[in-house]
């Protein structure tokens, strides 16, 4: 039997979104549960794949029960598809698994034709029907030639701008219906002139060609973009729902809107939405009129409005989460055209989540699985700093369509954001409204400023995604954009002026206003309570410095999985010690420079055992290739040789000496205490004086200091400085008549070190996954230079993610999961963490609780990141 492509409405159901995408899934779920959704179909996800699988074509047997599904609808609806007396209008939708809004295509209107179009208006007087047919053919005409044929759409609105002009109308719906013929006929011979063929009347054809285009859009750069940013794999596909259209653009007694059960911006339990009256979905999305607040809904349609807040209700009762609405009323009646759980701000999700637990709709278990933790990302963005922000009034206002704080340099364009930012300058984009072609100009800016649009438009929507602050449809904004230039209340800003904007109130402001740290409160702890309460995996951080430390701490780590040592010596003052060490002929000259360093250590040390007041601290040993300290300036040279008593000449000779052509395959880590014992000695004497000094201050407090050795490859190697390590501290700790217990244990981040893991477990107290280099290694990328050509590896989907930022399970998990499996059988007591960048990924972290790590260690505002992950890892095993 055929594989079955294709499934009515009636065939699904919400759990089947892997087939049917989130879309189809829900429309399928809607018309289960006796909402209004006109019957339509969903061609499934597998379809796309064999899409792509056919050397992007549509085969006959797809293409075939597609026209199935269409007769099925003609009979369910009534209505022909290319009909003259009754024509069947469609809907042509993508649908992917996860919802990517705005990011692939929908065509609406199809089935039109010219013989279509007059023989509809011929079977109705009505002069405002004729004005309706037209409105939807020349809508058709533009959405078919952009996202079909890829006719860009400003060619498009430049006509219907210059009609507006010849018409002296501002709105489209002021254009009269002989107006919108006389575009239409305009936009077909747009069509030919860009494309050199006429627009093809044929539905059926136009149908195939629009299938096409939506699985095509699953590969077009915007989409592939969303996925990397979002963790969605290409290979999932998109599916395609077709469904009969019906008509918000009828009359003035249709409209259209999009709305939420909850605010998505601060999740608030109320309706929040906006309409259009005689407007079509793309409409209110795309920001072309400024909409309004779905309670007038209650004055223009009362009984759909009534209607619509029980489908509200019902919505939130059956999938207990907020829900993302579109609709459309046409003549009066309601249809639900789509439903899925709203994206939302991270306030929104934790107030969300911690009602729902409350109104007794989710368990703590499921609020907690309910939050993505890459949003809590956009908790710890900064706001205005208050005093600051009270001596600024501001000069303008638009919606808060997604919070925090932005300041920066007006540009216009999404290519001049990401050039600007890459020369490292902060900006923030202004625009009429945006599209999604804007995507990666929006992420490059700080902040993101529309004249147009409302909370749902693409600028809002898209931001709250990324967690970017954005303020939309300032329509006091008197716009220039083709000379970089805007004027607001009399004051004229032009490309590079300074403009802050403040996407929670909407407030925009002149100039520079300084941003601070937001604070953590409120439902945020209740959410964290939870997460701590179910997670297995302990959260460190990686800190070099008390502040990092302690700011990690209020963040709820509960130790310090990496201090990188060799941080500590940037500072000006240090670095001539460092480079008086680095540039020694002998041991003593070695030792006595590195007496100087010492003190400087220890001090740092203390401060980190402090703030940690007792939980573990991990000091990973110097591992830099030295020549990243060497001077470089004649004067910095200079100065050396003076304090050095060398001479210039000498200096650069060692500084010559010291250069390695693989820096990172070079000297480094336990190789320079392999050349150098005395730099472990002195670095033993610091973590150990230290922490004899804290736990003497803090009796409650029990001390550990964990001491790491980087980049070890063979178990030789590590017992050769433990031995140093362990005389040393043993010594230190002789000397102060005290007790003191101490570790030492190993990075695994060499993958000869995963390969015999189980020899050097039996020398180490613990293993820390250096997933940095390991990746680095495994991959033999050069984590420097890996940016370079990764783009390329992306477009050719060898690799979907950057292994630095995403744990590549399959070949460096398999090293770690074998260095497990290796060393825990000869020492059960080996604790293991990972500390390399992936301690912050959620799915990484979901993969180290998977394989038993201890705990994992990341930078303090990934923190929370990683304790919700690792709660999340929890609750989906315990659920298995
Ligand atoms: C690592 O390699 O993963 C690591 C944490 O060490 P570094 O990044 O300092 O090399
Ligand atoms: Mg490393």
Known sequence: MAKKWVYMF?????????????KGANLAEM????LPVPQGFTITTEAC?????????????????????VKKMEELNGKKFGDLKNPLLVSVRSGARASMPGMMDTILNLGLNDEVVAAMIAGNPDPKFERFVYDSYRRFIQMFSDVVMEVGKKYFEQLIDKMKEEKGVKFDVELTAADLKELASQFKAEYKNQLGQDFPSDPVEQLKLAIEAVFRSWDNPRAN???RDNDIPYSWGTAVNVMPMVFGNLNDNSGTGVAFTRDPATGEKKLMGEFLTNAQGEDVVAGVRTPMPITQMAEKFPEAYEQFLKVCDTLEGHYHDMQDMEFTVENGKLYMLQCRNGKRTAQAALKIACDLVDEGMKTEQEAVAMIDPRNLDTLLHPQFDTKELK????????LGASPGAACGKIVFTADDAVEWAKRGEKVILVRLETSPEDITGMKSSEGILTVRGGMTSHAAVVARGMGECCVSGCGDINMDEENKKFTLHGKEFHEGDFLSIDGTTGNIYDGVIPTVDAQIAGEFGRIMEWADKYRKLAVRTNADTPQDAKKARELGAQGIGLCRTEHMFFDPERIEAFREMICSDTAEEREEALEKIEPYQEADFKALFEAMEGDPVTIRFLDPPLHEFVPTTEEEIAKLAKAKNKSVEQIKAIITSLHEFNPMMGHRGCRLTVTYPEIAVMQTKAVIRAAIAVQKAHADWKVVPEIMIPLVGEVKEFKFVKKSVVETADAEIKAAGVELKYEVGTMIEIPRAALTADEIAAEADFFCFGTNDLTQMTFGFSRDDAGKFLDAYYDTKIYEQDPFAKLDQKGVGKLMKMSLELGKPVNPKLHCGICGEHGGDPQSVEFCHEIGLD?????PFRVPVARLAAAQAAIAESRQ
């Open 49 to 69: 794949t064999q899409y792509y699988e056919d050397g992007r074509r549509i085969n006959d047997e797809i293409m075939g029960q597609a026209m199935e599904g």
């Open 225 to 227: 973009v969303y996925r």
């Open 855 to 859: 705990y994992v260690s990341c930078s």
């Open 31 to 34: 018309s289960n549960i006796g």
């Open 391 to 398: 001596k600024n009034t501001p000069i303008g206002k638009g």
């Open 10 to 22: 009636t065939e699904g159901n919400a759990t089947m979104r892997e087939l049917l995408g989130g």
